[in-house]
């Protein structure tokens, strides 16, 4: 009988799946929604430009889309013809000419590909938007591409089109997505002055806000109790060690759904996430095993074994400190004490072995809660057995 998947719809997961909401981006939602609210309003009376920025995987692109769509249905409410374009530069090695083609074809799907300027090709552009009385927002994602390949004069017509069209409505206002204001730096003055006035940044997510993502995903993705608390937890941790990245914590949520399905498990485990998380990242350097001392070593396979039998994603001290005692006995060694082992476990949080908190778990008290986030179970166990053999 063939083992039915954990996942209901894993599309959900994808990396161009657009979310019908984004948790923890509602201010910088609204701001965008400010800044472009004229087009609601009087929209051949004025064009705007805005900057958004953050770091990767902090949800420019999906919060710039989400956007999109949503102003297209309030536009479309009132009867304006509207279009949203959203352009990742770098699919086009920042070449003007190529951007505006692509923005062309969403009227003229087989305006040809060769043969015009970026002034004829952005002209034409123009002249589309005034026959058809269509508004355009031109999303470019991955701006500094654009900047690193044609400078200041490509981002020039940009910004002062509209003088090309002396008397006539506006048609066209801009968002340029980055990840920073650095790239700027290589405009020259006049042209860095049309573009700083009007910033959207966005913060690293950290590891709440992460959870609420991955939870909005796990709905979508996942049959029903599928997928724990502890597991979206222990992902979040993850990922915001990435630098709030988001879209590595929801990889890593996939990632993990697939371990658990070629194992034909009815859930996701807290092993699946490490061992999709080592398929990602070198977790563990064989060389920093070998630098342990023997109680270091007995110590860290206390906590490798507590894991690899439990299946939980979090272990108090007193829990491993008590497979410790019973890994010295089968290795015929006196037991260390409390305040020592208390020391081991605050240098393997050092090197990113263990994560600890204390009380995130009000069940358990005042407890220190040590995970093992990053190295499979049965990984670690493996490779510490080995060295300990050797050692006897």
């Known amino acids: 009988m063939s083992h039915q998947s954990i996942f209901k719809d894993e599309s959900k997961l994808d990396i161009n799946y657009l979310p019908t909401r984004m948790p923890h981006r509602d201010r910088e939602n609204r701001l965008l929604m400010e800044f472009f609210s004229f087009l609601t309003r009087y929209p051949d009376r004025m064009s705007q430009r805005v900057i958004v920025t953050g770091e990767v995987g902090t949800g420019k692109t999906a919060l710039c889309q989400t956007f999109g769509r949503n102003i297209s249905i309030e536009i479309g409410k009132r009867g304006i013809k509207f279009r949203y374009i959203h352009i990742n530069c770098r699919e086009y090695r920042g070449n003007l000419s190529q951007i505006l083609h692509q923005a062309v074809t969403v009227f003229q799907p087989h305006f040809p590909a060769r043969g015009y300027s970026a002034e004829e090709i952005l ?49 066209i206002s801009f968002i340029f997505i980055q990840r920073d204001l650095t790239p700027l730096k290589a405009l020259d003055d006049s042209t860095q002055s049309t573009l700083q006035r009007n910033i959207v940044n966005l913060e690293r997510y950290g590891k709440e ?42 990889e890593l949520l996939w990632r993990s759904g697939k371990y658990a399905d070629a194992q034909d498990l009815e859930r996701i485990e807290p092993e699946c996430v490490r061992q999709a998380v080592s398929a990602i990242i070198p977790t563990i350097k064989r060389s920093e095993l070998d630098g342990l001392s023997l109680h270091e070593k007995m110590f860290l396979l206390a906590i490798a074994r507590i894991f690899k039998e439990t299946k939980e994603a979090l272990a108090t001290l007193t829990e491993i400190e008590e497979f410790y005692a019973i890994i010295c006995e089968e290795y015929e060694e006196e037991p260390y004490s409390h305040t020592q082992l208390w020391k081991y476990l605050q240098h393997f949080t050092q090197i990113g072995i263990i994560k600890t908190e204390v009380g995130s778990i009000a069940s358990r008290g005042r407890s220190t809660m040590v995970s093992l986030p990053a190295v499979p179970a049965v990984e670690l166990e493996h490779e510490l057995c080995m060295r300990l053999k050797m050692e006897r």
Not at 125 to 143: G, N, P, R, S
Not at 147 to 156: C, L, N, Q, R, T
Not at 217 to 243: M, P, Q, W, Y
């Open 209 to 250: 806000p992460l959870a609420d993502i991955l939870n909005d995903r796990v709905k979508l993705a996942f049959e029903i109790a599928t997928v724990s608390e502890d597991v979206v937890g222990l992902i979040a941790e993850l990922a915001s060690t990435e630098t709030g990245n988001a879209r590595f914590g929801i």
């Open 123 to 171: 002209k034409t552009l123009l002249q589309m938007l005034e026959e058809e009385q269509t508004f355009v927002i031109l999303a470019l994602d991955e701006f500094d591409s654009l900047i690193e390949k044609e400078g200041s004069d490509a981002v020039y017509k940009l910004t002062r089109l509209q003088e090309m069209q002396q008397g006539n409505p506006y048609r």
